[in-house]
Protein backbone atom coordinates (compact mmCIF):
# COMPACT_ATOMS: atom_id res chain seq x y z
CA UNK A 1 0.00 0.00 0.00
CA UNK A 2 1.48 3.21 -1.23
CA UNK A 3 0.95 6.44 0.10
CA UNK A 4 1.38 9.58 -0.28
CA UNK A 5 0.95 12.81 2.71
CA UNK A 6 0.87 16.32 2.28
CA UNK A 7 1.72 18.93 5.20
CA UNK A 8 2.07 22.92 5.19
CA UNK A 9 -1.36 25.05 3.85
CA UNK A 10 -2.80 27.17 5.19
CA UNK A 11 -3.71 30.82 5.44
CA UNK A 12 -1.54 33.58 4.34
CA UNK A 13 -1.41 37.33 3.62
CA UNK A 14 -0.79 38.21 -0.25
CA UNK A 15 2.90 38.18 -1.03
CA UNK A 16 3.92 35.68 1.93
CA UNK A 17 5.24 32.53 1.41
CA UNK A 18 4.31 28.60 2.14
CA UNK A 19 6.31 25.69 2.23
CA UNK A 20 3.98 22.79 0.89
CA UNK A 21 5.23 18.58 1.34
CA UNK A 22 4.67 15.60 0.22
CA UNK A 23 6.08 12.07 1.67
CA UNK A 24 5.59 9.15 0.12
CA UNK A 25 5.53 5.90 2.13
CA UNK A 26 4.39 1.87 1.96
CA UNK A 27 5.74 -0.46 -0.68
CA UNK A 28 7.73 1.32 -2.70
CA UNK A 29 10.29 -0.25 -5.45
CA UNK A 30 10.74 3.65 -7.38
CA UNK A 31 9.79 6.90 -7.47
CA UNK A 32 9.75 8.24 -11.10
CA UNK A 33 8.35 11.91 -11.51
CA UNK A 34 6.81 13.96 -8.84
CA UNK A 35 4.49 16.83 -9.11
CA UNK A 36 2.21 19.07 -7.87
CA UNK A 37 -1.10 20.14 -9.14
CA UNK A 38 -4.02 22.45 -7.71
CA UNK A 39 -7.45 23.01 -8.38
CA UNK A 40 -9.66 26.18 -7.72
CA UNK A 41 -13.23 26.36 -7.23
CA UNK A 42 -14.87 25.74 -10.47
CA UNK A 43 -11.79 25.08 -12.15
CA UNK A 44 -10.12 22.15 -13.53
CA UNK A 45 -7.16 20.61 -11.72
CA UNK A 46 -3.98 21.94 -13.17
CA UNK A 47 -0.12 21.33 -13.10
CA UNK A 48 1.61 23.95 -10.97
CA UNK A 49 5.44 22.50 -10.88
CA UNK A 50 6.81 18.54 -11.21
CA UNK A 51 10.49 17.29 -11.30
CA UNK A 52 12.10 13.93 -12.68
CA UNK A 53 13.85 11.65 -10.53
CA UNK A 54 17.40 13.16 -12.02
CA UNK A 55 15.81 16.66 -10.71
CA UNK A 56 15.28 18.01 -14.19
CA UNK A 57 12.13 20.66 -13.12
CA UNK A 58 9.06 22.28 -14.98
CA UNK A 59 7.02 25.25 -13.71
CA UNK A 60 4.22 26.67 -14.85
CA UNK A 61 4.21 30.13 -16.11
CA UNK A 62 1.84 31.54 -13.67
CA UNK A 63 4.59 30.39 -10.73
CA UNK A 64 7.73 30.99 -12.59
CA UNK A 65 10.32 33.20 -10.56
CA UNK A 66 7.81 32.70 -7.46
CA UNK A 67 7.77 28.93 -6.80
CA UNK A 68 10.31 26.43 -6.21
CA UNK A 69 9.88 22.08 -6.72
CA UNK A 70 12.42 20.04 -4.95
CA UNK A 71 12.95 16.99 -3.89
CA UNK A 72 14.87 14.45 -1.70
CA UNK A 73 15.12 10.72 -2.64
CA UNK A 74 16.66 9.59 0.18
CA UNK A 75 13.21 10.93 2.29
CA UNK A 76 10.56 9.98 -1.03
CA UNK A 77 9.99 13.44 -0.20
CA UNK A 78 8.76 16.38 -2.82
CA UNK A 79 8.56 20.14 -1.39
CA UNK A 80 6.87 23.56 -3.08
CA UNK A 81 8.44 26.25 -1.96
CA UNK A 82 5.46 29.24 -2.91
CA UNK A 83 7.05 32.51 -2.57
CA UNK A 84 4.95 35.93 -3.46
CA UNK A 85 1.86 34.55 -2.91
CA UNK A 86 -1.20 36.25 -4.36
CA UNK A 87 -5.23 35.87 -3.91
CA UNK A 88 -4.93 33.68 -7.56
CA UNK A 89 -2.99 31.17 -5.76
CA UNK A 90 -5.68 30.13 -3.91
CA UNK A 91 -6.46 26.51 -4.56
CA UNK A 92 -6.91 22.79 -2.68
CA UNK A 93 -2.64 21.53 -3.95
CA UNK A 94 -2.25 18.13 -4.53
CA UNK A 95 0.78 15.75 -4.57
CA UNK A 96 1.37 13.42 -7.39
CA UNK A 97 4.05 10.71 -8.01
CA UNK A 98 4.75 8.06 -10.94
CA UNK A 99 5.50 4.87 -8.68
CA UNK A 100 6.87 1.67 -9.30
CA UNK A 101 6.30 -0.96 -6.36
CA UNK A 102 8.12 -3.57 -7.70
CA UNK A 103 10.17 -4.88 -10.38
CA UNK A 104 7.21 -7.00 -11.94
CA UNK A 105 4.83 -3.68 -11.95
CA UNK A 106 4.38 -1.19 -14.07
CA UNK A 107 4.64 2.62 -12.38
CA UNK A 108 1.34 4.03 -11.52
CA UNK A 109 0.20 7.37 -10.71
CA UNK A 110 -0.62 7.91 -7.21
CA UNK A 111 -2.38 10.55 -5.20
CA UNK A 112 -2.14 12.95 -2.39
CA UNK A 113 -5.62 13.83 -0.30
CA UNK A 114 -4.62 17.73 -1.17
CA UNK A 115 -4.27 20.35 1.30
CA UNK A 116 -6.03 24.20 1.03
CA UNK A 117 -3.57 27.28 0.62
CA UNK A 118 -5.35 30.27 0.61
CA UNK A 119 -3.82 33.40 0.01
CA UNK A 120 -5.70 37.00 1.10
CA UNK A 121 -5.64 39.76 3.64
Known amino acids: QVQLVESGGGLVQPGGSLRLSCAAS????????MGWYRQAPGKQRELVAA???????NHADSVKGRFTISRDNAKNTVYLQMNSLKPEDTAVYYC???????????????WGQGTQVTVSS
Open 26 to 33: GSIFSINA
Open 51 to 57: ITSGGTT
Open 96 to 110: NAEIRVSILRSPRDY
